[in-house]
């Protein structure tokens, strides 16, 4: 098998536990490999990671925990929210020509909806079996284990996004399947929680 694209969503989760990193060396020598498979395989690796905090940073100071990361990677864009309820998607870097132009977008309930988007509030946390996510719906409930698990904080009372394929059969509504997106951003949040 030759994949086109592999993504690691986050990094972190698929680091092993013995490298720190913030450790330079460490990293590269864990990211290194990917070059080597990208070229004989033809496959574009796609590394989600997530950005820090700080005010007043910009470029590859905005990568949290390693800047190995910026330094390897072939290209780079970053997400983050703007005003009036706006994301944007800014081209950072890119070693093959100019960075792209940076975007604007919204995201709208009806575009979770038609993606088949819902929030979903966890109601149980469990180290084995991840997440349980209460379903819009009613009492239904779903177990979760995000590839996030753990290295990200979740508490019970928080709202996760789903993809939820549904099957209705005698005024019941059953999952056939479910993937986990990420925690539901505030403006989605079902207000009558």
Known sequence: MKPALVI?????????????M???????N????????????GTTFLIVVHTNKRQ??????R?????????IAR?????GAAKDNMRYLSHEKSNYGEPGRTVLYTITESN????????????????????????PWGTDEIWMKPRDFEVVPYKVGDW?????????????????????????PATFIPENN
């Open 112 to 135: 979770r909806r038609r993606n088949n988007v819902r929030a979903c509030r966890v109601v149980e946390i469990n180290r084995e079996r991840g997440l349980l996510c209460r379903l």
């Open 8 to 20: 690691f969503d986050p990094l972190q989760a698929f680091i092993p536990s013995d490298i720190q």
């Open 63 to 71: 990568i949290a925990d390693s800047a190995d990361v910026w330094d």
């Open 22 to 28: 913030g450790q330079r060396n460490a990293m590269r």
């Open 75 to 79: 290209s780079v864009l970053i997400t």
């Open 160 to 184: 996760v996004d789903l993809v939820l394929v549904t099957i209705s059969t005698h005024n019941h509504i059953s999952v056939r399947s479910a993937q986990y997106i990420g925690k539901t």
């Open 56 to 61: 007043g940073v910009y470029g590859r100071n």
């Open 30 to 41: 864990c990211l290194n490999p990917l070059i080597g498979l990208g070229e004989e395989y």
